[in-house]
């Protein structure tokens, strides 16, 4: 019997895409104001924010947040295990009680940036039907100045754009058990290994979610800005952004959500020779969830001196239930056979079935969609001398499978607009994975995938041409990556030394449904060295040692569907740079 306990208190920072080049000319760097591998959106000018919107009451609510907080998670955990053999009758039972919550403030990407002047003229003729006919041009000034500090763009990129603060407060919790009966027993045909078991949870939790679009430069640690009409003789007759807020309470979401599962399950490992194995399992999940989503409408708050509150949400004090329930089984069957001590072959036949999550349903419309994935492998394995080579060739299909998206909409900041894609994929592939011992002191360890990952047969109900997507590659799936990796092994006195050097490879993948923007192919150097010495190992890893460009996503509030209109990305989230890291541990 063990009994587990667990606290987590943390706060992290939340990194997300920036823009890497100029949306006018996209082979112009932004390096100079934002930097590749250093530079972040997030700044010290979001220390202090007040998001403002109307309760389903019409009452002005304020939710002051800060960016520092980061993400906040504080939670506990116990559990309970339990296993004990009777006469070859392996017992198992777990049991395990999560509550805690989390606060989440981050600085999200959202439209590309644009030509300052252009930007500005798209509002000046919001801005003379609010202040009056006489407003004749638009102007920057730093944010919180009332417009005494003026910012040229021009001194700079020559660039603006907006950024999405969120706010998001949830609680959650899961109570789950797990009852499990192993036996091993030996027939006529092999012996099988057979277990079943009864799993159990309810789970649930809260979200009170506030996001708030603000007007920033386009450069590390950016300054909030304000967007200032004038009239001919120079006067402030109002302002489109106040206090740098593009849009109050741009997207709202409040919500409950309650969820149980309950599970049966039984796998049997058949080893039927010595050289032949079969082993199946299978696993039926019942869900219910009962949850709700308040509602929420475009509303004017009412401060004639700005347009930043004319779109803003607000709650309408309607609650929409939901009451969902789906059934899901999942199941595998593998087959193992060693012609000899040296090769051997391989087979596996497996189905997916994952249900929507307990958070949709504590949104205004959730997916109903169970997406489901049949993927059979078959393989070659090869073991000699310490050297190895696994070959494998996998076609796995969802179908059907969500690709559905909420939508940014820049003319009102908001981000909840659902884009329902949903209909097929398939990837189809090989991979290998070996080590070739070339001497007791050198090795080369190496992964190779090749794969053509497609989408089939989608369907929206919102105006999108899904013929558009028909064949296209999977949004951020490559169809080749890989790695190797030669290593030297040797004794220095007492010590066991290893040197390593690492080549990743990474190819050309997409960031939208429509393949119109890629993400480049790019390759990283690294390098390092462990030391093992009387129980310590010391290891020193370098990474990305000459300073590679790469891509691991684009700017997906935003370029979801057709891209970001240009052939190659111009935001996006790079990896690291050059990094090491220093690990030392023992044993006793």
Known sequence: MKVTANYVNDHNVFYLPIPIADPRDPSVSLDQYIDYFDGTMNTPALRHVTIKYLDGAGTMQTKESDLANGRHTKAW?????????????????????????????????????????????????KAQAAFGPDVTRLGYAIAGTNGATLYDPYDDSGLVMPGQYRDISTKFYSAQGDLSITRKFETGLGSHDVRVGFYASAYGGTMDAAYQDYLIQVKGQPELLDLIAYDSAGAIKGSVTDNGVLYYASTLKKGDADGTVVAFYGNDTWQLTRNLRVDAGVRH????????????????????????DDTSRGYTGTLVHHDLSYEATNWTAGVN????????????????????????????DPSTVVTKANQNEIGFKFAKGGSYLYVTGFFTKFKPMDQ???????????????????????????????????????????????????????????????SLVEGNQIVRQPKVYGNIRPSFNFAAGEADVE?????????????????????????????GVTVKYEGWQVQLVGD???????????????????????????????????????VIGTSW
């Open 337 to 364: 056979y060693d012609i000899s001590p040296y090769f051997g072959v391989y087979g596996r036949m497996s189905h997916l079935e994952s249900v929507p999550s307990v958070q949709q349903v504590s949104s205004v």
């Open 77 to 125: 955990n116990i559990g309970l295990q339990y296993e004990n053999d009777f006469s070859g009758w392996l017992v198992s039972a777990k049991t395990g009680l999560t509550k805690g919550r989390v606060h989440f403030n981050a600085l999200y990407s959202t439209a590309n940036p644009s030509d300052a002047d252009a930007y500005a003229n798209g509002f000046l003729g």
């Open 499 to 527: 040197v390593y050097g690492r080549y990743n490879y990474m190819g050309r993948r997409y960031v939208d449904l429509y393949n119109n923007t890629a993400l480049p192919a790019y390759s990283t150097f690294g390098a």
């Open 404 to 466: 559905s998206f909420t939508a940014y909409n820049p003319a009102t900041g908001r981000n909840d607009e659902r884009v329902p894609f949903v209909g097929e994929a398939t990837v189809k592939g090989v991979e290998f994975d070996g080590l070739w011992r070339v001497t007791p002191w050198f090795s080369l360890t190496g992964a190779l995938t090749i794969s053509d990952p497609k989408y089939h047969n989608f369907q929206n109900t919102d105006g999108a041409d899904p």
């Open 544 to 582: 990305n040692l000459t300073n590679a460009h790469g891509l691991t996503e684009g700017n997906s509030r935003t370029d979801n569907l057709a891209g970001q209109g240009s052939v190659e990305a111009i935001y996006g989230r790079p990896i690291y740079g050059r990094n090491f890291r220093l």
């Open 285 to 308: 999940e019942s869900y219910d969830f009962k949850g709700w989503g308040e509602l929420t409408s475009q509303q004017n708050q009412g401060d004639p001196d700005t347009l930043a």
